[in-house]
Every structure is written in C-alpha cells, then in structure tokens.
C-alpha cells in the first residue's frame, strides 16, 4: 500500500501510551506517506495530539458512556452517541489496524472498525479473548521482555523488525519557551550534572514511592559529594512529598516548575544530565528524551518496566517481588533499597556518559 490509513489500539494508562510511541514512529519513518490514527481516552488525548508521527487522535470516551449506561435517563442517548461512533469509524475504511492493548475493549473495537487487517497479540500474550478479535496474531518471545520490546514486537504483522534507534518526543514551541523561562530565572551559574529527581507516584501506585528520608539523604550526597545540582520534579499532589523530602535535606536543592502537559516535563529533563526516581511514567517520558536514568524498583518487575534508553536499575531481590500485592503495607522490597545502593548506580552511569 502506497499511502495506507494505520489505526492505533491503546486506549489508557499514560504510560503505557508512552511506550507504545516508538513503534508508531517506527510504522511512520517505514511509511512517511501513511496516515495514522490513534484511539484513546481523555487522559493522553492532548498530548498525542502534540506528537508529530500522529495525524489524527480520537477520544474514546469510555468514563462518559459508563455514566451514561448507568443512568435511565442518559441510557438512550449513549447508545445512540457509541452507535454514531462505529458507523463514523467504520467510514474511515482503515486499512490496518494495530491492537497493542491486548484486552477485550480494544479486540471489540479492532473488530468494530471494519478494517480487514486486525494486527494483534497472540492467546498467551493477550487477555480477556481479545486474540479472537485480531486475524493476524503475533506471537511473543517466551522471555521476558520491556513494554517497548513488546510493542515493536506487534510491527511484526507487517513484517518489520525494529533494530535499535534513537527516540525523542516532540516538544510543541510553546513549552520550550515556558521551561526556558524558568531555567532562565534559577541561578545561571547550576553545577553540573544537573540530576532530575523524581521521587512522587500516582496516588494509586503509592507502593513504589521510596522513602522520603533516603531521597534526602541521596540528594545531600549529589550535591555534596559530586558538585551536582538536584532539581525535584513533580506533579499534582506529589508537591508535598517533595517539600517534605526538601525539609529534610541539609543542602540546597531546586523545586521544578508546575508542568500542566506531559510535554513541558519533557522539556524539563531535556535540560538535566541524569533522571533518578522510581518506575514511573515521568520515568519514561526521561528515557524519551534521551536522558540516562538510575530507576529504583520496589514491587514492579524491571524487565517489563524497564525505561528506553541507557539506564541502571536499583533493586533488591526479597523473595516476594514482583507482585501485584498493590495494598501491601510492609515494603519490603522498597525498604531494602539504600540511599548508598542508588548513589553508586548514579556514578556508574556518570562515568559512563562523561
């Protein structure tokens, strides 16, 4: 096909929607001609629409119809709205369909869109049935392998193999100059490296968060002990988290500034040396700009998690991890994990990039 019509499948989760951008670009520099779409909820819609491999974002508005089935009143009117919405999708006529979702939602609406070449992940790789929905099924390496790894393995529907390359996000013109301005109204004299600490989770993942007197003590030793800088990054209602860990500290530190897109942060580490924090969709959005990362893993498997690009990963095996156990109060996993263990993974990857 000479100028094929590519409908992209993942739906939720920012960071799962962060991994799957390489293999887009990939599907994109194979065919610049083609036309790529991409269906998926609210929380990643602008910042999709802000990445330049991507010619057309739909909202799949999952939270709005629940409500609505759930309600006599609003019942009807849902029904005909997600009705409009397949009958307008099937008239986009896409010629391939990628399903990197993997779950019964996202079978339903490859299925749904008409499209006649459904590219999908295999029975033991996907959930929920979703395999029956797709009718070319890539098939996974029995080894564990990262989220990246696995969304360049669904090019293989096609038959293109990914061999390593560079990603970077696109940063719109507007957030370049908005975090410009901020560096330009720190102190323009920062030691360098200049070492991006992100210590805060999303309130549902509060299990990963390592302790907040060990990143104290961790960003005392940077600035002391390697003449560095520590910028602390954060989001929504991790501010406090930071302030706490920045009251506990004996040495100076920068508070990054308020970020409203995935894009500005972005921005943000493309101006630091070095990212450390936990595993973690700021995490990822470092490793796609091109910054190394020290990733301290708790609970959470750091093959399946691991970032993009160069990085060392701090974590303890305790006999329990990974798991799922998202409600687990005694951390051990996390606890095990020394101020001292993520300084040495730090300097290893400093002597590496200098």
Not at 3 to 18: E, F, M, N, Q, T
Not at 194 to 208: C, Y
């Amino acid at each position: 096909m000479e100028s094929p019509k590519y409908l992209i499948l993942r739906l939720s989760a920012v960071g799962d929607v962060i991994r799957t951008l390489p293999a887009v670009q990939v599907l994109k520099e194979r065919n610049p001609s083609s036309t790529i779409t991409w269906m998926v909820e609210e929380p990643s819609q602008a910042f999709l629409k802000s990445q330049k491999e991507i010619d057309e974002v739909i909202l799949f508005p999952r939270r709005r119809w629940t409500k609505g089935l759930k309600s006599l009143k609003g019942m009807w009117g849902t029904i005909r709205e997600m009705v409009k919405f397949i009958i307008d999708l099937r008239r986009q006529r896409f010629d391939i369909v990628f399903d990197f979702h993997g779950i019964l939602k996202s079978g339903l609406l490859s299925f749904l869109s008409g499209s006649h070449k459904r590219i999908g992940f295999d029975r033991r790789s996907s959930k929920e049935w979703n395999f029956l929905f797709s009718n070319v099924k890539v098939k996974l390496p029995e080894k564990r392998i990262s989220r990246f790894q696995r969304n360049l393995a669904l090019l293989e529907g096609i038959g293109v193999k990914a061999k390593a390359f560079e990603y970077r996000l696109h940063i719109p013109p507007e957030d370049q100059e908005y975090v410009e301005s901020f560096f330009k109204n720190v102190s323009p004299d920062l030691q360098r490296p200049l070492i991006a600490i992100h210590p805060g989770t999303s309130p549902k993942a509060l299990f990963k968060r390592w302790m907040p007197d060990q990143y104290a003590q961790l960003a005392d030793r940077f600035v002391r002990e390697l003449d560095a800088s520590v910028l602390f990054t954060w989001g929504g209602e991790e501010l406090e988290w930071v302030k706490r860990i920045q009251g506990e500290m004996k040495e100076p530190s920068l508070l990054g500034p308020e970020t409203e897109s995935l894009t500005q942060l972005g921005e943000v580490y493309r101006h630091c040396d070095l990212y450390v924090g936990g595993d973690t969709g700021p995490m990822h959005i470092a490793s796609l700009m091109g910054i190394p990362a020290v990733v301290i893993y708790g609970p959470t498997d750091p093959i399946e998690n691991e970032p993009f690009g160069n990085h060392r990963k701090v974590r303890k095996e305790v006999g329990c991890n990974p798991c799922h156990k998202y409600s687990c109060k005694e951390l051990i996993c996390i606890k095990a994990i020394s101020a001292d263990d993520v300084f040495k993974a730090t300097q290893e990857v400093l002597c590496q990039i200098h």
